[in-house]
Nanobody, 123 residues
Framework: QVQLVESGGGLVQPGGSLRLTCAAS????????MGWYRQAPGKERELVAR???????NYVDSVKGRFTISRDNAKNTVYLQMNSLKPEDTAVYYC?????????????????WGQGTLVTVSS
């Protein structure tokens, strides 16, 4: 079983910064892409940023130039550095990982979600 644990959310003033961390644990053979999604009140969950195991990244247009996603493959951890935060960035941020496990000699592919961490940008 694989679990994702997020941390780093909180209250920050507009223009401020936060760093989110998501650590994967459990029976992991490897992790392909990892990403951050967010869901604001009354809105659908959207992709914020995603990073492959090789380090290729993509971002939603609204965060380009402000957010940076990175990962430490040795630690099965992904980070989201968020700078120049705006009130519209307020949301619950969820970590996602495309994991590979070995179960009874068979590769098992599973997309895993974290429990979410709240980011509030307000003065």
């Amino acid at each position: 079983q694989v679990q994702l644990v997020e941390s780093g959310g909180g209250l920050v003033q507009p223009g401020g910064s936060l760093r989110l961390t998501c650590a994967a644990s459990g029976s992991i053979f490897s992790i392909n892409a990892m990403g951050w999604y967010r869901q604001a009140p009354g809105k659908e969950r959207e992709l914020v940023a995603r990073i492959t195991s090789g380090g290729s990244t993509n971002y939603v247009d609204s965060v380009k130039g402000r957010f940076t996603i990175s990962r430490d493959n040795a630690k099965n951890t992904v980070y989201l550095q968020m700078n120049s935060l705006k009130p519209e960035d307020t949301a619950v941020y969820y970590c996602n990982a495309d994991t590979v496990s070995v179960v009874h000699g068979t590769y098992k592919y599973l997309a895993v979600w974290g429990q979410g961490t709240l980011v509030t940008v307000s003065s």
